[in-house]
């Protein structure tokens, strides 16, 4: 368990809110796959705008829900060989991750997904099948937006590596009162 930080607990109950919100889309996404193959196989009839929007509601679910499981710490890892690290090794190697590969990733996706965004807006882009869905900016969106809250995501979780590191700070459960920062 890595200590709460005043930046941390301000970021994580939005991005939990989040999370526990876009965790609907996948009843509302299993309800339009029903609706379509039954569309499709009983009455004869698919809807490529259905099949749009599964696709849709896939990828926003994944882009916006990639912050809560890095927030939660539910994200894949080689657990094999993590468990039987040591706390200090473990934040280690969270601190390395963060600052060498993570980060410089997720500006990367920003750096460029936000003109290509705003290149389907400009162009007010569509989809390419007869019946597909409108405003293709809009699902493109998803991918600024999403790694925008995995950065702050990740910056939470630095900060709390950072002060287990580097402040001395107990580590402390979720329902902590410590400020390792002062606050």
């Known amino acids: 368990m890595l200590p709460q930080t005043r930046f941390s607990r301000r970021v994580e109950p939005m991005l939990i809110r989040i999370g526990h919100w876009i965790s609907w889309l996948w009843v509302v996404l299993l309800a339009i796959i029903v609706a379509n193959v039954t569309l499709r196989y009983v009455f004869g009839e698919g809807r490529i705008e259905f099949e749009e929007i599964q696709w849709h509601l896939y990828a926003t679910g994944f882009l916006l829900g990639l912050s809560y499981a890095y927030q939660a710490d539910t994200h894949i890892r080689v657990d094999v060989l993590h468990e039987r690290f040591s706390p200090a090794l473990k934040a280690w190697i969270e601190l390395y ?9 997720i500006a990367l996706v920003l750096i460029y997904s936000v003109p290509f965004v705003w290149q389907s807006f400009q162009f007010a882009e569509v989809s ?3 019946g597909g869905l409108p405003m293709r900016w809009l699902i493109k969106a998803m991918l600024p ?3 925008f809250l ?10 709390r590596v950072w002060a287990q590191l580097f402040l001395d700070a107990p580590a402390a459960g979720p329902d902590a009162e410590g400020d390792p920062d002062g606050g």
Do not use: K
Not at 150 to 159: G, I
């Open 97 to 105: 991750g963060i600052i060498l590969f993570l980060l410089p990733f």
């Open 128 to 130: 390419q099948a007869p």
């Open 145 to 147: 937006v999403g790694f």
């Open 150 to 159: 995995l950065l702050l995501a990740t910056l939470s979780r630095l900060t």
